[in-house]
């Protein structure tokens, strides 16, 4: 049974929750709720605990509460936290840390994922203020649901800012829970050594000038971390990125090719071995000493060589070889007969393909997989072609540290 951690926000929609409860419920699904003082206005705790059939929870000051189960408790004691209706206070507490009632203490506290709903008047979710925080919350790794566009309950009012409905939302809520495999697998890859690479590489052009690509590292640090969070001893070898380092992984940070190549190495033997940085593929074949000058010789010409193959090498080499090799493919088109090639082409056990055009509409997003927090990946082994369903980075790498260690033998039967 998966443990919801409803948190009502003081909305109108608010009456949505007393239907989304019930629904849950029905699914099989354990759900707890908070509510603030604000959404008391709207729907009362007596109704929502009738639903829920435990008590619900309202006050940080609450002695017996905290007696009871403490607001910590509430905070970990579930598997997902889910905020309904989200309003534009509860969405500028939560991206500024604030801890002064019961739902922000809880969401500041929780170290679960956080799913946000948000709702409110469409000038409140087109404040750039509101902007900012949406911003600010996805960056911190908040999944959003919505907000759908549409008439308000004030009249004359339309536009984005109503809740999903409650369909789409209890959608949302299970793709972000985690199935019955994923819960088994603590401690799966203990004993392991795990490499994984992250990140873009940078090729320098002179001493001020490089050749790079969007590659954020997300995913890549996100298999880091997986693999750790699974028992591995990890090493991550990182382009430069602007995320922080994951917890409890040894990081080498590299800037070229040639120095990702020579990490990699350095690294070895591993269990699995992960290539999801983004690699660039030519490099300046004499990279200038000094600033290239604008002026008299016109544009430079810039002769490229071509990069170690890091994958390639490291799949095909004899002795050494990790036990699964897994290698990405970033493709625009024809994503998974791409990967099916790079399968053969590269050497690799599998190849975890994704789609990065701009407009794959993958995590809602203008930019798409490349910056975003969200991938819809298809695992391509020689015996078939797996799909997974959109999910956020870190549960696509959970996801698949788990299959690996499936892979090379690990399970947690019988233990
Ligand atoms: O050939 P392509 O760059 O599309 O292949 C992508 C896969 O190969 C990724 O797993 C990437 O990390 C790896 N790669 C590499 N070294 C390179 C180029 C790609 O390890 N020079």
């Known amino acids: ?14 009456y949505k929750c007393l239907d989304l409860i019930r629904r849950l419920r029905e699914r099989g699904h354990h759900v707890r709720v908070v509510m603030t003082r604000a959404a008391t206005e709207f729907i009362t705790p007596l109704s929502v605990g009738a639903l829920t059939n435990e008590r619900v ?16 408790r509430l905070a970990r004691d579930c598997d997902l936290v889910v905020v309904a209706p989200g309003t534009a206070d509860l969405m500028a507490k939560m991206a500024g840390g604030h801890a002064n009632d019961l739902a922000s203490t809880i969401l500041l506290a929780s170290d679960k994922p956080v799913l946000i709903a948000p709702a409110m008047n469409p000038r409140m979710w087109l ?56 819960k088994d697998a603590d401690g799966l890859l203990a004993g392991c050594h795990v ?12 001493p001020v000038r490089y050749i790079a690509n969007r590659s954020s590292g997300k995913q890549g640090h996100a298999i880091a971390a997986a693999a750790a969070a699974l028992g591995a001893r990890v ?38 071995a992960v290539f999801a940085a983004a690699v660039a593929d030519w490099r300046v074949d004499r990279a200038a000493s000094d600033k290239i000058k604008k002026g008299a010789q016109g544009v430079p010409k810039l002769a ?38 790079k399968l053969r082409t590269k050497g690799a056990d599998w190849i975890v393909a994704n789609d990065v055009s701009h407009d794959s509409g993958i995590g809602g997003s203008q930019s798409g997989v490349m910056g975003g927090d969200a991938n819809l990946v298809h695992l391509v082994r020689a015996d078939g072609v797996e799909s997974w369903p959109e999910a956020s980075k870190s549960e696509v790498a959970r996801r698949l540290m788990i299959a690996a260690a499936g892979a090379i033998g690990k399970s947690n039967k019988g233990r």
């Not at 929870?57 to 189960?69: A, N, V």
């Not at 203020?129 to 308000?152: H, K, Q």
Request: net charge negative.
């Open 195 to 206: 490499l994984v690479t992250s990140g873009p590489t940078h090729e320098p052009i002179d």
């Open 127 to 182: 404040n750039p203020a509101t902007r900012r925080n949406a911003a600010l919350l996805s960056a911190d790794g908040v999944t959003f649901v919505g907000p759908g566009v549409g008439e308000m309950a004030e009249r004359g009012e339309a536009g984005p800012g109503r809740l999903v409905e409650v369909p789409e939302l209890v959608e949302a809520i299970e793709r972000l829970l985690p199935t019955a495999t994923m």
């Open 304 to 341: 490229l060589i071509e990069n170690p193959d890091i994958l390639k090498t490291i799949a095909s080499g004899r002795s050494g070889r990790p036990k699964l090799v897994i290698g990405f493919a970033a493709e625009t088109s024809n994503v998974v007969a791409h990967a099916r090639e």
């Open 1 to 14: 049974m998966n443990r919801i951690l409803l948190i009502i926000g003081g909305g109108i929609a608010a």
């Open 57 to 72: 929870f309202t006050d940080l000051f609450d002695l017996d509460d905290e007696r009871e189960i403490g607001h910590i």
């Open 235 to 272: 090493t991550l070898v990182s382009g430069p990125v602007a995320i922080a380092d994951p917890v409890g992984v040894l990081v080498h940070r590299v800037e070229t090719a040639a120095e990702m190549m020579e990490a990699v190495r350095g690294a070895l033997p591993a269990d699995v």
